[in-house]
């Protein structure tokens, strides 16, 4: 009964939350042209930061249409009323974000095509699919409408031209009303960007402009950390976000008017924590949701970087830290849950790290695929996925359950909530302390973690401690602990014959050494799921024991001297998508 008035009380809190933000969003929502002509013309198209490929217009052309990793061949019918194979797909469908590789093809048949099937949606008003009209699907057609404008209007007819910028206007009154209705986070901020471009756009709005502008800054200041990161924990919202505040920042210059000052300070901090986030292979860590990032994607934020600054060491607003020595970052989760609003789809991975040296990922979280997440969503976001220590296989956050998951989704509702950190730096490198309380009212024991990385970045100790709340010894029984250690799919592994350690093969031929002192190591199967191309099969380095035997883990990763190191190139098995 405890726990399920617990649940209660936590989607009463979702629900009152929106209630306090619907606010801002009616604020622009009163600014919209009321219904009747449309906008007399669009006064700029925004810039589309996303990557382009003008093969795919082909594709389009013949009625192939390849979104989130599935393909749906029309033969000449309507995409819109097709069956959808997922709502990845359906979201991809309807929010006009391909509509940029018809652009890059350049043709008279892409603009041609474009336009067709703009105006094939708008006639079937979306269709039957509900994924159309979700707010976050609804933001981003209308981003993507308004910057590919050009390409929709290139030889269009007068008729065809008002009926486009009147069904502009449609949608704009439309996500206004909507926009207090998205999940909140990155889906609630990109409606309210949507919304900031459609008042910069549209002729004759200078209402919605300022009204816009307004809750965008607010909702900027409600979601942005002062050290960049985003309230959701999840270092892929920074690319998803920035990729649209940095052309809305461009689109306030061209109209030759001030930019809300949170836009333009938010832009210069979350930019370096793209940088705390990357690794040597330039990929993003895989915490609290974030899966694959594309590299293309990245370099394109990265070039409008105007600030150039260099990323912290502690980023104690968002919880992380970073260990840089040599060629290698350490990239540690320090922090608790985000707040319960913000957790759909946040991970139980505190005190969990991923390891690089240069261009060699060597251990890292399974992360999250990029499509088709309910699938995996139990068991990626559970801690065992999660290069850090479980407790009897337990999670150290908890999640909703039953009718209250089914009515506001796996959120957190309970957690660490107390994560200190200390960091010293001293000759034989940088040491980070910290510890959680995930587990303290479960087990009555506090899991205390302590790395240091070597000056030359080739050294890699930690000690796992757990002790009682208070810092004494905990209950000792025989609650089982695993200290896991997910390893990259491109590494190959293997136990040493006393069974106390692990030699590692690198995809260069490096080799490294893993050593624990204190109990038996074991390599068992794991999965890394943020593959660029689908999960992926890899392996992971596991130290089991009870806390009656040992209530302290020590272990290290350490380079092996290059005349030491074989070259052994891995297999193409480890490198084949793992069947679904």
Same mark, same amino acid.
């Given at each position: 009964?405890?726990?399920?008035?617990?649940?209660?009380?936590?989607?009463?809190?979702?629900?009152?939350?929106?209630?306090?933000?619907?606010?801002?969003?009616?604020?622009?929502?009163?600014?919209?042209?009321?219904?009747?002509?449309?906008?007399?013309?669009?006064?700029?198209?925004?810039?589309?930061?996303?990557?382009?490929?003008?093969?795919?217009?082909?594709?389009?052309?013949?009625?192939?249409?390849?979104?989130?990793?599935?393909?749906?061949?029309?033969?000449?019918?309507?995409?819109?009323?097709?069956?959808?194979?997922?709502?990845?797909?359906?979201?991809?469908?309807?929010?006009?974000?391909?509509?940029?590789?018809?652009?890059?093809?350049?043709?008279?048949?892409?603009?041609?095509?474009?336009?067709?099937?703009?105006?094939?949606?708008?006639?079937?008003?979306?269709?039957?699919?509900?994924?159309?009209?979700?707010?976050?699907?609804?933001?981003?057609?209308?981003?993507?409408?308004?910057?590919?404008?050009?390409?929709?209007?290139?030889?269009?007819?007068?008729?065809?031209?008002?009926?486009?910028?009147?069904?502009?206007?449609?949608?704009?009154?439309?996500?206004?009303?909507?926009?207090?209705?998205?999940?909140?986070?990155?889906?609630?901020?990109?409606?309210?960007?949507?919304?900031?471009?459609?008042?910069?756009?549209?002729?004759?709005?200078?209402?919605?402009?300022?009204?816009?502008?307004?809750?965008?800054?607010?909702?900027?200041?409600?979601?942005?950390?002062?050290?960049?990161?985003?309230?959701?924990?999840?270092?892929?919202?920074?690319?998803?976000?920035?990729?649209?505040?940095?052309?809305?920042?461009?689109?306030?210059?061209?109209?030759?008017?001030?930019?809300?000052?949170?836009?333009?300070?938010?832009?210069?901090?979350?930019?370096?924590?793209?940088?705390?986030?990357?690794?040597?292979?330039?990929?993003?860590?895989?915490?609290?949701?974030?899966?694959?990032?594309?590299?293309?994607?990245?370099?394109?934020?990265?070039?409008?970087?105007?600030?150039?600054?260099?990323?912290?060491?502690?980023?104690?607003?968002?919880?992380?830290?970073?260990?840089?020595?040599?060629?290698?970052?350490?990239?540690?989760?320090?922090?608790?849950?985000?707040?319960?609003?913000?957790?759909?789809?946040?991970?139980?991975?505190?005190?969990?790290?991923?390891?690089?040296?240069?261009?060699?990922?060597?251990?890292?979280?399974?992360?999250?695929?990029?499509?088709?997440?309910?699938?995996?969503?139990?068991?990626?976001?559970?801690?065992?996925?999660?290069?850090?220590?479980?407790?009897?296989?337990?999670?150290?956050?908890?999640?909703?359950?039953?009718?209250?998951?089914?009515?506001?989704?796996?959120?957190?509702?309970?957690?660490?909530?107390?994560?200190?950190?200390?960091?010293?730096?001293?000759?034989?490198?940088?040491?980070?302390?910290?510890?959680?309380?995930?587990? =303290?009212? #479960?087990?009555?024991?506090?899991? +205390? !973690? /302590?790395?240091?990385? $070597?000056?030359?970045?080739? @050294?890699? %100790?930690?000690?796992?401690?757990?002790?009682?709340?208070?810092?004494?010894?905990?209950?000792?029984?025989?609650?089982?602990?695993?200290?896991?250690?997910?390893?990259?799919?491109?590494?190959?592994?293997?136990?040493?014959?006393?069974?106390?350690?692990?030699?590692?093969?690198?995809?260069?031929?490096?080799?490294?050494?893993?050593?624990?002192?204190?109990?038996?190591?074991?390599?068992?199967?794991?999965?890394?799921?943020?593959?660029?191309?689908?999960?992926?099969?890899?392996?992971?380095?596991?130290?089991?024991?009870?806390?009656?035997? =040992?209530? #302290?883990?020590?272990?290290?990763? +350490? !380079? /092996?001297?290059?005349? $030491?190191?074989?070259?052994? @190139?891995? %297999?193409?098995?480890?490198?084949?998508?793992?069947?679904?």
């Amino acid at each position: 009964m405890g726990a399920f008035g617990e649940n209660l009380r936590l989607a009463a809190r979702v629900v009152a939350h929106g209630a306090r933000t619907s606010g801002r969003r009616l604020l622009a929502s009163a600014a919209v042209r009321p219904p009747g002509r449309g906008p007399e013309k669009l006064l700029i198209a925004p810039q589309d930061l996303r990557t382009s490929d003008p093969t795919i217009a082909a594709d389009i052309y013949a009625g192939r249409y390849a979104f989130a990793g599935r393909t749906v061949s029309t033969g000449g019918a309507s995409p819109f009323l097709a069956a959808a194979p997922s709502q990845d797909w359906a979201a991809e469908l309807h929010g006009f974000g391909w509509l940029r590789h018809l652009e890059a093809a350049g043709t008279t048949l892409a603009q041609a095509n474009a336009r067709a099937l703009v105006e094939e949606w708008i006639s079937l008003r979306g269709g039957p699919d509900p994924v159309a009209r979700q707010p976050e699907v609804a933001a981003r057609r209308l981003m993507s409408w308004l910057s590919h404008s050009p390409l929709v209007l290139t030889a269009a007819d007068r008729q065809f031209h008002r009926r486009f910028l009147k069904t502009i206007a449609r949608e704009t009154r439309l996500l206004a009303r909507a926009a207090n209705t998205a999940p909140d986070g990155a889906p609630k901020l990109t409606a309210a960007a949507a919304l900031a471009f459609a008042g910069l756009t549209l002729a004759g709005e200078a209402r919605l402009q300022r009204a816009s502008s307004k809750a965008l800054a607010e909702e900027i200041d409600r979601q942005i950390l002062p050290d960049g990161g985003h309230a959701s924990r999840n270092p892929g919202d920074l690319v998803e976000l920035l990729v649209d505040l940095i052309p809305l920042r461009l689109a306030y210059a061209a109209r030759n008017l001030p930019p809300p000052q949170p836009l333009i300070t938010a832009i210069d901090r979350m930019t370096p924590m793209l940088r705390f986030f990357r690794h040597g292979d330039g990929d993003f860590a895989h915490f609290n949701g974030a899966g694959a990032t594309s590299a293309d994607l990245l370099a394109a934020v990265l070039a409008h970087d105007d600030a150039r600054g260099l990323p912290l060491d502690d980023a104690a607003h968002s919880g992380y830290q970073r260990i840089a020595a040599g060629d290698a970052v350490v990239l540690v989760d320090a922090g608790p849950p985000p707040p319960f609003p913000l957790s759909a789809n946040a991970h139980a991975g505190c005190l969990s790290f991923e390891y690089s040296s240069g261009p060699d990922r060597i251990v890292v979280n399974c992360g999250a695929p990029r499509f088709g997440r309910e699938d995996w969503e139990r068991a990626a976001r559970a801690t065992a996925a999660h290069s850090t220590a479980t407790i009897n296989d337990e999670s150290s956050c908890r999640f909703t359950s039953g009718g209250v998951r089914r009515l506001v989704g796996a959120r957190i509702m309970a957690g660490p909530t107390d994560v200190p950190v200390a960091r010293k730096r001293e000759a034989r490198g940088v040491t980070l302390t910290a510890s959680h309380d995930g587990y =303290a009212a #479960r087990f009555g024991v506090v899991h +205390e !973690r /302590m790395l240091t990385l $070597a000056p030359n970045g080739e @050294t890699l %100790s930690g000690e796992d401690l757990f002790r009682g709340p208070e810092g004494g010894a905990p209950h000792v029984g025989e609650q089982q602990i695993a200290v896991r250690f997910h390893l990259h799919p491109a590494i190959k592994a293997s136990v040493t014959q006393d069974g106390r350690g692990a030699v590692l093969a690198l995809a260069d031929g490096t080799g490294w050494t893993f050593g624990s002192a204190d109990a038996a190591v074991t390599l068992e199967e794991s999965v890394f799921l943020s593959g660029a191309l689908g999960p992926r099969r890899s392996e992971q380095i596991v130290i089991r024991a009870t806390l009656r035997a =040992a209530l #302290r883990l020590a272990w290290s990763f +350490e !380079r /092996m001297p290059a005349d $030491a190191s074989r070259r052994r @190139t891995p %297999s193409v098995a480890q490198f084949a998508p793992l069947p679904l």
